[in-house]
Nanobody
Framework: QVQLVESGGGLVQPGGSLRLSCAAS????????MGWYRQAPGKQRELVAA????????NYADSVKGRFTISRDNAKNTVYLQMNSLKPEDTAVYYC???????????????WGQGTQVTVSS
């Protein structure tokens, strides 16, 4: 069993910052790409940012470039999302996703966290 647990969401004023964390635990052999997605009410879930296993390659949605930074700590099986200059349109439930192999030679699959609410409002 693998679990992803997000934390760090909350209510913040426009222009403020939040840092999301997502820790993976359980039967983990290797973690490949990790990413953050978000889903606003009435909208489809969208990719916010992703990072490769070594941390050297990242990609971001155009709407968050220059404001959000994704990083990971492989020793802790954790991915982070630093969100600065937050805007009301960043309001959504944020989910982390991790591509994980549970044993050597087993195909790796995607696991999702339960989501954390981020609300940007004055």
């Amino acid at each position: 069993q693998v679990q992803l647990v997000e934390s760090g969401g909350g209510l913040v004023q426009p222009g403020g910052s939040l840092r999301l964390s997502c820790a993976a635990s359980g039967s983990i052999f290797s973690i490949y790409v990790m990413g953050w997605y978000r889903q606003a009410p009435g909208k489809q879930r969208e990719l916010v940012a992703a990072i490769n296993s070594g941390g050297g390659n990242t990609n971001y949605a155009d709407s968050v470039k220059g404001r959000f930074t994704i990083s990971r700590d492989n020793a802790k099986n954790t991915v982070y999302l630093q969100m600065n200059s937050l805007k009301p349109e960043d309001t959504a439930v944020y989910y982390c996703k991790a591509d994980i192999a549970t044993r050597l030679g087993v195909r790796h699959v995607d696991y999702w966290g339960q989501g954390t609410q981020v609300t940007v409002s004055s």
